[in-house]
Every structure is written in C-alpha cells, then in structure tokens.
C-alpha cells in the first residue's frame, strides 16, 4: 500500500471512508507520516479513523489532534445522516481507530478524537490526553489498559467511557492526573475493582531467584498502590458529587490498606498492633462503611450473653429467666448498666462474670463503632 496515495483518498463520512480505514499500519507508517508531513504540525490532526495499529508500540509519538475517530463536524454529520439508530452506531464503529495491547506511553494526545476506540489492554502511561474526547472508549478487557500518571485536564472527555471488563476489574489508575476532567459520564458502578488490586491478589507466584522477603515486599507496595489509587479516584468523584461511588472506594481502599498491614506483619512483628486494630475493625463495621456488621455482632452478642445468663442464674440465687427476662438483661448489660435482682454484691458467682464480660466486650464494640463513624462522617 502507498501511504501518499492513500492521503488523497475523498472522506465520506457516511459510507465510513477515510483515507486509511480497514488497514493496518505499524509504527514505521505513522512515523513516516508525522515527518513526511510537517505541514500537519507535528503530527498534528492526522486522519487515523478505521486505522488498525493494535499491538503496536507506540511510545513517544507525537499524535497531537489526531482524528481517530468521530467528533465535532464530522460527528454531527452521521448523527444527522444516518439512516437510523443501527446505522449511526455502525458508523462510529467503523470509524474508531483500534489500539488493542498497543503501547502509547508517554505520547501525546492532547486534542485527538479517539471516540469509540478498542482501547483495552493499551498502555498509556504517562500519556497527554488534556483535550482528548474519549466518548465511548472500550478500557475494559482480559487485560487491563494501564493509565498510571496520564495527564487530563478539564476538556478532556470521558462521557460514556467503559472502564470495567466483564468480570468488573478497570484499568490501572494509579497517579492519573485528573485536573478537573469531568467523571460524571462513566458508569462507576460497573468498575469493582482497579488493576492495581486485583494485580497484587492474583501475582502471587514468586518470581524466579526470589526470596520470600523480597516477594512479600513487592506485594506490600502493590496494595499500598491499591490504597492511593482508590484514595485518589474517591477523592476526585467526591468534590464532582458522586459521593456513593466515593464511599465505595474508600472501603476499597481500606481492604487494600488491610492486606498490606497483613504481608508487613508477616515481615516485621512491629506491625502486628496496627494489623490487629484494623482486622477489628474489618470485622465489627468494615471500617465504617459496613455497620450491618454491627448490627449482626450486636444481636449475636446479645443471644449468646442472654443463654449465658439463663444458665448461671441459679448461681446468683436466681430461678431461671425466662428468654424476655434474659435478653432483657443481656442488652442492659451489654451497655454497661447490669443490675442483679436478688443480690448485687454476688461478685463472687459465674452469673456476675459473665455480666462482666458482657460489659467490656460491649465498652470496646461501642468504642469501635463510635470511632468508625466519627472517622467516616468527617471523611464523608
């Protein structure tokens, strides 16, 4: 094929022609286009619509504006032509670029049209995409597309985008650089976990020549990665309102900040205080942001204290209560406030101790869940 020929190919937007469309070009080709034409500006607005460059590496490229896809002019004149809905959508199909497993790291997009572009498994690390429209871009896929430390700004698009694969796992978000681009548009609640976490759970293999130590380090920084992921996506939806999808990724990062205190505390017996706070608090409210647990704790608690009670009440001098009588108890002293109908010195009894117990595991429940909510109402 003559690449110079082909640039004098008529586009129609309607009948899906461009000039490259239904091929497959490689790095050389596109090379060759950016120097060949300098009039372009660098690279600038190249017509790669219907371009296949899947598994290509890219790296470094500049593709500033480049046209990969439907947008502006071009866009409204489909969406006003089109035959009927089908017909629309297979015109922006057929005029998306695909990207699939190719390498753009550290390239420049700024201002290009990558509208309905296959990009899963790329890696755009460190990719300028500040003014890039990413209307119904595919991120999703078996292996997940990396965009760790890529740079937005407030134009950059991302309506409609599908982030998640089919099994709910996004691509790797670490360190984006959001500056103000709108997430407002994209179905967070298909995304249930990042690359980053599901990376540090299944990569559990040790690499060849490894040391158990060096293997349990290496995991520990991929869920600290985790963490700060999920840290910064909460943080930027909730200042854009999206304040469920916000608490929703704090928890996850609370599961990811956890697995990380457990592989440190394999390491280092220093970590065990914090592993042991934090499994507690996985356990009775999830870290704020699972009080039904609570709840559960609560009523188990209070059922297994009241069969205690029914059983040592003879201990106290006491005939045996009945279940309305030994809940009853069991709640008051859950809370702290036990009295003993008959004696209340009998400190020496099994009925006491278990009265005892009961108050100080309910103290240290209370104090757990006050301090859970304290810390998720003033991170809310």
């Not at 995304?191 to 490894?210: C, W």
């Not at 928890?251 to 394999?266: D, N």
Request: charged fraction near 25%.
């Amino acid at each position: 094929m003559e690449l110079r020929e082909k640039l004098n190919t008529a586009t129609d937007e309607l009948r899906a022609v461009y000039p490259f469309s239904g091929y497959r070009l490689g790095r050389d080709d596109i090379e060759w286009l950016i120097a060949e034409f300098p009039e372009e500006g660098n690279g600038s607005g190249l017509d790669l619509r219907g371009v296949d460059l899947s598994g290509e590496d890219l790296s470094g490229l500049p593709l500033r504006n480049a046209v990969a896809g439907l947008s502006g002019a071009a866009w409204r004149v489909v969406d006003q032509g089109a035959q009927n809905a089908d017909h629309r959508e297979t015109l922006y199909r057929r005029a998306a670029i695909t990207l699939r497993d190719s390498s753009l790291v550290n390239s420049d997009l700024s201002g290009a049209s990558l509208t309905h572009a296959d990009l899963r498994g790329v890696n755009m690390s460190d990719c300028h995409l500040e003014g890039a429209d990413l209307f119904r871009v595919n991120l999703g896929g078996d292996r997940p597309a990396s965009l760790h430390g890529a740079i937005c700004n407030h134009d950059t698009r991302f309506n409609e985008a599908v982030l998640a694969s089919p099994e709910g796992v996004g691509p790797r978000l670490f360190d984006v650089r959001w500056n103000g681009s709108s997430l407002t548009g994209i179905n967070w609640s298909d995304l249930k976990k990042v690359a980053e976490e599901t990376r540090s759970f299944h990569e559990s293999r040790r690499r060849i020549g490894d040391s158990w130590k060096d293997h349990n380090k290496r995991r520990i920084t991929w869920y600290l990665e985790a963490a700060q992921t999920y840290g910064q996506l909460s943080s930027v939806l909730r200042t854009q309102g999206l304040n469920d999808q916000a608490r929703r990724f704090t928890y996850r990062a609370e599961v990811a900040r956890f697995w990380s205190l457990l592989h440190s505390s394999l390491s280092s017996t220093k970590k065990w205080p914090q592993f042991l706070f934090s499994l507690l608090l996985g356990v009775i409210s999830g870290w704020g942001y699972r009080l039904y647990r609570s709840a559960i704790l609560y009523a188990v608690a209070v059922f297994v204290f009241a069969v205690l009670y029914r059983e040592t009440s003879s201990d106290a001098g006491n005939p045996e209560y009945s279940w309305r009588e030994a809940i009853t108890l069991s709640v008051i002293a859950f809370h702290g406030r036990a009295f003993y109908p008959n004696d209340p010195y009998a400190l020496n009894t099994g009925f006491a101790t278990v009265g005892a117990v009961e108050a100080f595991i309910g103290l240290f429940i209370e104090a757990i869940v006050i301090a859970t909510l304290t810390r998720r109402i003033f991170s809310d």
